[in-house]
């Protein structure tokens, strides 16, 4: 829902940033594995209840998931690249509510693991639209340059952000802010659902 607003803002500095990263032989490819790495980090320093320092890690991250794309549009980018930084987006996605799992099992583990189902939902819904758009050679800018179909919702990569990084600012209200957040991933996931019908379902 807030990706678009984000973006608008943010671009513009990212793709004078992604320049100046390929004319230093950055590769956009690299960018996605480091800011995983990063990613994973958070993950750990939150597993041992570090919340502060994984919220640290949470946004270095995400600015490399941002300048990853910007390095792709300043230079060549490629199919694998946009393969490679969904699979590791998702990956950072799950790794997160998995650290806060790990930190307390006993308060936090029914709502990580409601989060992480609504997430799998969410994404599959994601990937399916993405690929029957493909299918049917849809096209979309509304999210940019990208190399799937983005369909937009209530939830996406900036309202989880904001999640998780409240997650490590007030980590004793993890399980009712993820099962909240869980139903409006789910939420998002139906939406998409009714989207798909709206726009594949063929007259009979």
Known sequence: MLDGAVRRRLDPLLDRLGVALVKRGVKADTITIFGLGLGLAAAGLIAYRFYLAGAVMILFSRLCDGLDGAVARASRGTDFGGF???????AFYGAIPLGFIIADPAANGLAGALLLFSFY?????FLAYAIIAEKRAMTTSVRGAKSLYFTTGLAEATE???VFLAFCLFPGWFPPV?????VVCLYTAVSRIVLARLSFLDPQ
């Open 84 to 90: 490679l930084d969904i699979v590791l987006d998702f």
């Open 121 to 125: 939902v969410n994404g599959s819904s």
């Open 160 to 162: 989880t952000i904001v």
């Open 178 to 182: 993820a099962a909240v957040f869980a």
